[in-house]
């Protein structure tokens, strides 16, 4: 393990080595701050936003399946409630890796360009260096190129909550006459 973990360093240091400037063509690498593009860049805060939108319609139906068991039997209500705040959490984290997988698409596409167009060797994240020339950051430039893009996220989610059987309480029922 540990042998294996110094080859990496080795080859990563010996990558980074090779990665000089070029004073007539910029860098030969490109590294962005991941970080920065997730909190400055405008699809990042449409997705959360748009994350911000799903979490109120999935809370929404929450509440909704809370006020349409809350005078069922205790047993039958915690289990309707519990099945429905899986189903919930689990169309949150749909909607959240959703939204992520677009903003990280555009970043990777825009970096590609970016390298394409100064013919550099690689893109690379700022948070898996070790050291690098402040030359090296491409961050602002990348953010630039994205907010001149606009993303398209999937429709809100639809929330349908569980009905009870019958949507009958035992007060509503009618009284059967005994005769």
């Given at each position: 393990?540990?042998?294996?973990f110094s080859v990496f360093?080795?080859?990563?240091c010996l990558a980074l080595a090779g990665c000089e400037f070029d004073k007539q063509s910029g860098p030969l690498m490109g590294i962005v701050d991941v970080e920065r593009v997730m909190r400055e860049s405008v699809p990042a805060q449409a997705a959360r936003k748009h994350l911000e939108e799903a979490r109120a319609v999935l809370q929404k139906g929450m509440d909704d399946l809370e006020k349409e068991?809350?005078?069922?039997?205790?047993?039958?209500?915690?289990?309707?409630i519990a099945e429905g705040l899986t189903a919930l959490n689990r169309q949150m984290a749909a909607e959240e890796n959703s939204a992520n997988a677009l903003v990280?698409?555009?970043?990777?596409?825009?970096?590609?360009?970016w390298r394409a167009t100064?013919?550099?060797v690689a893109v690379t994240s700022k948070q898996n260096l070790l050291a690098s020339d402040a030359g090296a950051d491409i961050?602002?430039?990348i953010v630039a190129?994205?907010?001149a893009r606009v993303l398209e996220f999937k429709p809100l989610p639809a929330v349908q909550v569980k009905k009870r059987e019958g949507g009958e309480t035992p007060k509503d029922k009618?009284?059967?006459?005994?005769?």
């Open positions: 393990m540990k042998q294996g360093l080795l080859l990563l068991w809350k005078d069922a039997p205790e047993t039958e209500r915690r289990k309707a990280m698409k555009l970043l990777q596409e825009e970096c590609e360009k100064k013919k550099a961050t602002a430039e190129a994205m907010n009618p009284k059967e006459e005994t005769k």
